[in-house]
C-alpha cells in the first residue's frame, strides 16, 4: 500500500532551526511536496522535490533521497509566526498526491 | 500568480438542504482540479478528482450521488453537497493543477482557502 510518514508533533524555541522527517511509500514515485497549514486555514504551498538533494528558499530548505524514500524539511531562523502544521506529499505513478497526516510544530519562545 | 478562490468561504445550514461551493482558478488554467475534505486535527482527504469536460472520479467511500461535481470550465469546479447531514461539516478545500505546457514545472497544486460548512 501507499504510505506517508511523518512525526505527530515537534517542539522547537524561537531562532532555533528544525528537522520535519517523512518517510514515503508509494507506488511510482513523481515527487515530493512540503505545504504549510496554519490553523483553520488551506495548505500553502513550500517546496517541490524531485531530484536527490538539497533545495534552499530562504529560512526553509527541502531534501529529498530517493533511494531511502526519504524527505526533510529544515526550518532555520524560527519565527512564531511558523507555528503550523507541515504536510509531506509524495505524488505516485498516477499524479495522485499521497499526503502525510501533518507534523504540528510548536514554537515556543 | 497562481490564485484559486473559494466561494463561499462559511456556510451554515439546515439538515436536509442543498449547499454548492465553487473553486475557481483566478489566473491559470486547469483542467484537473481536486476536492478534499479535513475534519479537526485530522489530514487532509481527497474526496474526487474534478476533470474539466468530463466526470469525476471520486474516491473510495466518497458518495457521488451526495457529491455531485461539475468542471464546467477550464477555471471552474463546483462540489455540490446534497442532502446534507451534520455529519457532513466539515472544511472543503479545492486544488487547481496548473496546465503548464511540456516541460514547464508540473503538477504543483494550489489550494483554495477552504469553506467550512456547519450543518445544523
Known amino acids: 500500500g501507499q504510505n506517508i510518514d511523518q512525526p505527530t508533533e515537534m517542539t522547537a524555541t524561537e531562532g532555533a532551526i528544525v528537522q520535519i522527517n517523512c518517510t514515503y511509500q508509494?507506488?511510482?514515485?513523481?515527487?515530493l511536496f512540503w505545504y504549510q497549514q496554519h490553523a483553520g486555514e488551506a495548505p500553502t504551498f513550500l517546496s517541490y522535490n524531485v531530484l536527490d538533494g538539497l533545495e534552499e528558499k530562504g529560512r526553509f530548505s527541502s531534501f529529498l533521497s530517493r533511494s531511502k524514500g526519504y524527505s526533510y524539511l529544515l526550518l532555520k531562523e524560527l519565527q512564531m509566526k511558523d507555528s503550523a502544521s507541515y504536510l509531506c506529499a509524495a505524488l505516485d505513478s498516477n499524479y495522485q498526491l499521497i499526503w502525510g497526516a501533518g507534523t504540528k510544530l510548536i514554537i515556543k519562545p | 500568480g497562481a490564485v484559486v478562490s473559494q466561494h463561499p468561504s462559511w456556510v451554515i445550514c439546515k439538515s436536509g438542504t442543498s449547499v454548492k461551493i465553487e473553486c475557481r482558478s483566478l489566473?491559470?488554467?486547469?483542467?484537473?482540479m481536486f476536492w478534499y475534505r479535513q475534519f479537526p486535527k485530522q489530514s487532509l482527504m481527497l474526496m474526487a478528482t474534478?476533470?474539466?469536460?468530463?466526470?469525476?472520479?471520486?474516491e473510495q467511500g466518497v458518495e457521488k450521488d451526495k457529491f455531485l461535481i461539475n468542471h464546467a470550465s477550464l477555471t471552474l469546479s463546483t462540489l455540490t453537497v446534497t442532502s446534507a447531514h451534520p455529519e457532513d461539516s466539515s472544511f472543503y478545500i479545492c486544488?487547481?493543477?496548473?496546465?503548464?505546457?511540456?516541460?514547464?514545472?508540473?503538477?504543483?497544486?494550489?489550494f483554495g482557502p477552504g469553506t467550512r460548512l456547519l450543518v445544523l
Open positions: 508509494t507506488s511510482g514515485f513523481n515527487g
Open positions: 474534478s476533470n474539466e469536460g468530463s466526470k469525476a472520479t471520486y
Open positions: 489566473d491559470f488554467q486547469a483542467t484537473t
Open positions: 486544488s487547481a493543477r496548473v496546465d503548464y505546457p511540456s516541460g514547464g514545472p508540473q503538477e504543483t497544486q494550489y
